[in-house]
């Protein structure tokens, strides 16, 4: 439109001999030039960032994102315009959003707007680019692209029913005990109380009660430093709109699983690949606070990638292969892996909990591998299809 504003011009001043079209002419011709100078310094003076207010958010909860935006010249931008891309590197689907905004001369402003996720993960957040324009929309200049900040979105637990394993291989020479249960480890003494009859004589404190009125006796400590292992395969070849929901559950069986063990004081080892060591790594779980900050490291390691090794390569080089329990978290049918855990891992319990798609995907899995307890958890649903499992 302004390329025809200009030939309309130079006809004028073809047609017409008095001054004003002369000048109409070269104002015509000299105003673009005039606003892409204009532009171009104000570019230069303008500085951008995208920022995530936290590093963390919970699942469906809403959280900031601030675009930061600073113009040291002189001149005001009537419109710019920012394109927004976020994904979660689970399934690396792309979402966009655009805003529209002014910018003031000498002025620094702050935009604030917000975003949730509805499944666990790392989301990436980014400027696909920015843009500004000059008065007469002429011309258009990129002042940032590809500046971003990602937040990790953590899991949620859930309550299940499970049975708290009966077997005992805990260590004799453990140094966690129970802090509300009593066993028959005298080298702990978890309390002192007056004799009741059917105590045993070789658990009277004669020395306390040489001091007293009445026998004391003491129970005994009980040692919950039992070999229990999570083992987390994240490995998953599913491509479609499952994806996303069967990571999240994967991720969330573990949570829940682990939360189950705290509860039952039962202290114990979460297994999983590392993509940023590029090796598995082995996280010891005791309380929410340590099993908190393994998730979190869990999640910071993963890469966009999403490369896995496969599980019975570390199971090779684990020095540790005898447990009380012992439950592989899969959304992997890998019989390999199956066959490796029945012959190589020492353990009276071992599970398998197989994340799959849907019910009928759970009856094939529940035959998947017959020398494990296998337990279908279908996405989303891990309160209802964990059931009576024994850890």
Same mark, same amino acid.
């Given at each position: *439109? ?10 004028? %001043?073809?047609?017409?001999?008095w001054d004003f079209s002369l000048v109409l002419l070269i104002v015509v011709i000299a105003l673009p030039v005039l606003m892409f100078i204009m532009t171009l310094i ?90 500004? %324009? ?34 005992? *291989? ?9 802090? &509300? ?23 009277? &404190? ?65 297994? %999983? ?119």
């Amino acid at each position: *439109m302004f390329i025809f504003l200009i030939v309309i011009s130079a006809a004028f %001043y073809v047609l017409y001999v008095w001054d004003f079209s002369l000048v109409l002419l070269i104002v015509v011709i000299a105003l673009p030039v005039l606003m892409f100078i204009m532009t171009l310094i104000t570019k230069k003076l303008i500085t951008v960032s995208l920022n995530v207010k936290e590093t963390t958010a919970a699942k469906n909860e809403p959280f900031d994102i601030q675009l930061s935006i600073s113009n040291r010249s002189i001149f005001p931008v009537a419109k710019a315009e920012a394109f927004i891309e976020y994904y979660n590197i689970f399934n690396n689907q792309i979402n966009y959003f655009e805003i529209h905004f002014p910018i003031q001369q000498r002025n620094s402003q702050l935009m604030t707007f917000q975003l949730e996720s509805k499944f666990c993960g790392i989301i990436n957040i980014s400027t696909a680019e920015i843009n500004i %324009y000059d008065p007469l929309r002429i011309f258009k200049f990129r002042i940032g692209k590809n500046i971003g900040d990602d937040i990790v979105i953590l899991p949620e637990g859930h309550s299940i029913r499970a049975c708290p394993g009966s077997c005992d *291989m805990s260590s004799d020479e453990s140094t966690a005990f129970s802090e &509300h249960r009593t066993g028959d480890d005298p080298s702990e003494i978890f309390d002192l109380r007056g004799f009741v009859d059917g105590d045993k004589l070789n658990r009277v &404190h004669w020395k306390l009660s040489s001091k007293s009125d009445e026998l004391i006796v003491k129970d005994f400590g009980m040692p919950i430093d039992s070999r229990t292992a999570l083992f987390l395969n994240l490995r998953c070849s599913e491509n479609s709109e499952y994806t996303l929901p069967i990571y999240d559950t994967l991720i969330e069986a573990l949570v829940s699983l682990s939360q189950f063990l705290i509860e039952n004081e039962r202290a114990h080892t979460i297994i %999983y690949y590392s993509a940023s060591e590029s090796c598995f790594v082995q996280r010891r779980v005791d309380s929410g606070e340590s099993l908190s900050e393994a998730v979190s490291e869990l999640l910071v390691s993963l890469g966009d990638d999403l490369s896995f090794r496969p599980p019975e390569e570390f199971l090779p080089e684990c020095v540790e292969k005898s447990f009380t329990s012992f439950t592989f978290i899969t959304a992997e049918q890998d019989k390999k892996a199956f066959d490796y855990i029945d012959r190589e891992i020492s353990s009276e319990i071992k599970n398998a909990v197989v994340v799959v798609k849907d019910e009928a995907s759970a009856e094939i899995a529940r035959d998947c591998c017959p020398s494990l307890s296998v337990t279908p958890v279908v996405i989303g649903r891990i309160s209802s299809s964990v059931k009576d499992i024994e850890l």
